[in-house]
């Protein structure tokens, strides 16, 4: 004989099949509504994490370059969304025999522009100096849901940093 908590034979202590399916619809409901604005969260986190790698690479130069004494220059090819670092050496830009010397590419879903003082006609860089000054620059990355973040150095001694769009409108 089953009894329940109090002992009572007529008391269960389980769910019925019709509460089970029940609380299911429910779920399922708020699921429904929930997955629309949850939709674009993966395509936003893609925007982030390339800027968050992108910062990560520019601290690496600028610490790499005090450290060697050697100009380090951040490279980026907006037309191939792609970005990379060389060294100076003997003269000649060098691609890193390291991990921080491959090709970084930006997911297919963001665009990528830099900004720089200087005008010229090749590939545009910011170039690290051994005495932790840096080119002033700004690249900013834009998704496909419109959001946007820039890596930005608003001057030649401070650290890049990720600046939101109404604070880099006002440097």
């Known amino acids: 004989m089953i009894t329940g908590p109090r002992g009572n034979p007529t008391e269960r202590s389980a ?13 399922s409901v708020l699921l429904g509504v929930a997955a629309p604005s949850l939709r674009g969260f ?16 520019t601290h690496y130069a600028r610490s790499q370059a005090i450290a060697q004494g050697t100009v380090y220059r951040l490279n980026v090819d907006t037309g191939e969304k792609a970005y990379w670092l060389t060294a100076q050496i003997g003269g000649a830009y060098v691609e890193l025999d390291n991990e921080f ?37 700004a ?9 946007a ?8 001694t401070e650290s890049f940093r990720i600046i939101s769009l109404s604070e880099a409108d006002n440097l």
């Open 15 to 27: 769910f019925t099949l019709l509460e089970l399916i029940l609380v299911m619809v429910l779920i």
């Open 42 to 57: 993966h395509g936003a986190r893609r925007t982030a994490d390339a800027a968050a790698r992108m910062l990560s690479l």
């Open 101 to 137: 010397g491959r090709r970084f590419a930006l997911p297919e879903t963001v665009d990528v522009a830099i900004s720089t003082p200087w005008a010229g006609d090749q590939s545009p860089y910011v170039q690290f100096y051994p005495s932790g000054r840096c080119d002033e620059a």
């Open 139 to 147: 690249v900013r990355l834009v998704g496909l849901q419109g959001e």
């Open 149 to 156: 973040y820039e890596v930005a150095s608003p001057s030649a």
